[in-house]
């Protein structure tokens, strides 16, 4: 097995290296392939994981993992990377992991972004996810993010000023601390991002419009907004090469019933909607969510939440164009994107809850808390050796004169895991991944029965089911949206036969799982996760037909029903 080391990051090459030597070594159960390039031009890669000699992947129902569409979130793709090493390296050894290759798919793709991330971890810079400059061609004058100081960083700068709205705390002098109303007659503050001013005037200072300012997970058609509305949104939905690449892909596989999109921070289970209250969603769906979502937090430890309710950037703005409202909006597929790594639980910030858990506002928090929660912060970093933090250094700037460069290291501390929280990190995510892709439906042929009606006259009775959670359609929004065709069977009769009832091809309609036996309190449906099928075949004894039965999500079922 090729050894994935998840005491580092992995670059481009990297990457690509394990992917080959991942398949190279498990050809009966990977193959690799490029869905598209990047701006600058690197494959985009997905890897499918099944048991080809159980069917090819198109025929199951499929699972699909992503991470980095955010650039800069590469924990994500570490995860992702340790899922495919877990499934190939337990199959025929591990229960769950043998069931789920032998009778589903997944679809990993480690790097939305291939761009974003090399710059992430090979420069001091950070996109937000592509390298393509955006919203402006040209660099426009006011602040830009630059290692000023040549140390391979890029921090914050403190320069003394009467108005500065920051203070030295007085109770650990690394930090700064809001200056809070009334505060008159100390030393104030500027903070600013480190780096140089273009086009500076030698007085005023402002922020210059980021060069790479392309969201790539505010790309997607369900409930779009121009920049005006949404930034970071692009020119239109699916501009970019990355996005594009995405949806083709969810085009032509329409087998997919769940998915997982990693992202960093803050330990949190989010799902749909962005946008929209728990109202909006059919009863049937939202209990499926929040099902799983449980069962998420039972097995990460990260409580669950949609990010209408619970992870807004602005209680006063919803977010817009994101991957997974558009999965579940326009295809009634059940996705979840967890951010991963939360240092402010690990430091032990938040409200205790009965099961453990530290509750706290996600968003809230970072607009305001308490100084006992950086102090908390900085312990835990001194406490673990981490190199989160910078003290304050003298610098001599080129335009501002004297400053200080310092204070917390956003690509150390607070995006991404360092090393030794990594494994644990990516196990017991993967663990939530393969619990989800269990719930797809699953198609099966429970019963065939043939009957001698007369000397070359045949009855046949299947009995077609669904042994999965889901039911065939995914969800009620799929069913409402037609995002799903219904079960198509064909019967196939040899030359010299006849069929004399029931019809060669039919849809079907579709079969219930068990997702819509929990929602209700004195007994709940039956009968409804199978369906009977009959037909009269007239044929010499011995003549076999064949039975074909494509459920888009619930995988196809084949057999030879021999007539005698």
């Known amino acids: 097995m090729p050894k994935l080391d998840l005491s580092r990051y992995y670059t481009?090459?990297?990457?690509?290296?394990?992917?080959?030597?991942?398949?190279?070594?498990?050809?009966?159960?990977?193959?690799?392939?490029?869905?598209?390039?990047?701006?600058?031009?690197?494959?985009?890669?997905?890897?499918?994981?099944?048991?080809?000699a159980t069917g090819s992947d198109t025929e199951k129902p499929a699972y699909w993992i992503d991470a980095n569409i955010h650039a800069g979130e590469v924990t994500g793709g570490a995860t992702a990377q340790y899922t495919i090493q877990y499934l190939v390296s337990n199959y025929g050894s591990d229960a769950q992991v043998t069931r789920l290759l032998d009778r589903s798919a997944f679809y990993i793709c480690p790097r939305v972004s291939p761009d974003g991330v090399e710059q992430y971890l090979t420069t001091p810079y950070q996109a937000r996810s592509s390298v393509r400059p955006y919203p402006f061609e040209d660099e426009r004058e006011g602040l830009y993010l630059e290692d000023v100081d040549g140390d391979g960083r890029i921090l914050q700068m403190r320069l003394p000023d009467p108005k500065g709205a920051w203070k030295v705390s007085d109770k650990d002098s690394r930090l700064m601390r809001p200056r809070e109303v009334g505060d008159e007659g100390g030393t104030y503050y500027h903070l600013y991002p480190e780096g140089l001013?273009?086009?500076?005037?030698?007085?005023?200072?402002?922020?210059?419009?980021?060069?790479h300012g392309l969201d790539l997970n505010r790309q997607f058609p369900a409930d779009w907004g121009p920049e005006s509305q949404q930034r970071g949104a692009g020119p239109f939905p699916v501009s970019e090469p990355e996005t594009q690449a995405l949806a083709q892909f969810f085009a032509k596989h329409k087998n997919i019933n769940g998915?997982?999109?990693?992202?960093?921070?803050?330990?949190?289970?989010?799902?749909?909607?962005?946008?929209?209250p728990d109202d909006a969603f059919p009863t049937h769906d939202l209990t499926v969510y929040k099902h799983l979502g449980k069962k998420?937090?039972?097995?990460?430890?990260?409580?669950?939440?949609?990010?209408?309710?619970?992870?807004?950037?602005?209680?006063?703005?919803?977010?817009?164009?994101?991957?997974?409202?558009?999965?579940?909006?326009?295809?009634?597929?059940?996705?979840?994107?967890?951010?991963?790594?939360?240092?402010?639980?690990?430091?032990?910030?938040?409200?205790?809850?009965?099961?453990?858990?530290?509750?706290?506002?996600?968003?809230?928090?970072?607009?305001?808390?308490?100084e006992d929660d950086d102090l908390k912060l900085l312990q835990f970093n001194d406490a673990h050796g981490l190199d989160g933090f910078k003290n304050w250094t003298a610098f001599e700037h080129p335009q501002l004169g004297p400053v200080e460069i310092g204070g917390w290291d956003y690509k150390r501390f607070w995006g991404n895991a360092p090393a030794q929280f990594l494994p644990e990190i990516a196990h017991k995510n993967t663990l939530f991944s393969l619990l989800h892709a269990?719930?797809?439906?699953?198609?099966?042929?429970?019963?065939?029965?043939?009957?001698?009606?007369?000397?070359?006259?045949?009855?046949?009775?299947?009995?077609?089911?669904?042994?999965?959670?889901l039911p065939t359609y995914t969800s009620a929004k799929a069913l409402e949206k037609k995002a799903v065709e219904g079960i198509r069977v064909k019967l196939l009769v040899p030359e010299g036969a006849r069929l004399v009832a029931g019809e060669a091809v039919s849809d079907v309609g579709h079969i219930e799982g068990r997702s819509n036996k929990f929602e209700t309190v004195f007994g709940s449906p039956f009968g409804d996760q199978e369906k009977k099928l009959e037909w009269v075949v007239q044929a010499p004894a011995g003549t076999s037909v064949q039975l074909?039965?494509?459920?888009?999500?619930?995988?196809?079922?084949?057999?030879?029903?021999?007539?005698?």
């Open 259 to 276: 998915v997982q999109a990693y992202h960093t921070y803050s330990g949190v289970i989010l799902r749909p909607y962005s946008g929209k």
């Open 548 to 564: 074909e039965a494509v459920g888009q999500r619930a995988g196809t079922v084949r057999a030879v029903i021999r007539l005698e």
């Open 197 to 211: 001013i273009r086009n500076f005037d030698g007085y005023t200072v402002r922020a210059a419009p980021p060069k």
């Open 438 to 469: 269990e719930v797809s439906p699953k198609l099966n042929i429970r019963l065939i029965k043939v009957d001698r009606a007369a000397n070359d006259i045949f009855r046949i009775v299947v009995i077609l089911e669904n042994t999965g959670f």
């Open 12 to 52: 481009y090459d990297e990457l690509t290296a394990f992917l080959n030597d991942v398949v190279s070594e498990y050809p009966y159960l990977t193959k690799l392939e490029s869905i598209g390039q990047s701006y600058q031009g690197r494959d985009i890669w997905v890897i499918t994981l099944t048991n080809f």
């Open 296 to 370: 998420g937090t039972e097995l990460t430890g990260y409580p669950d939440t949609s990010v209408y309710h619970g992870f807004r950037y602005d209680p006063k703005t919803t977010l817009r164009g994101g991957f997974f409202d558009w999965l579940y909006e326009d295809l009634g597929i059940f996705g979840f994107s967890t951010e991963l790594w939360d240092v402010v639980s690990l430091a032990g910030i938040g409200e205790q809850q009965p099961n453990g858990i530290l509750k706290r506002d996600f968003i809230g928090w970072f607009r305001f808390h308490p």
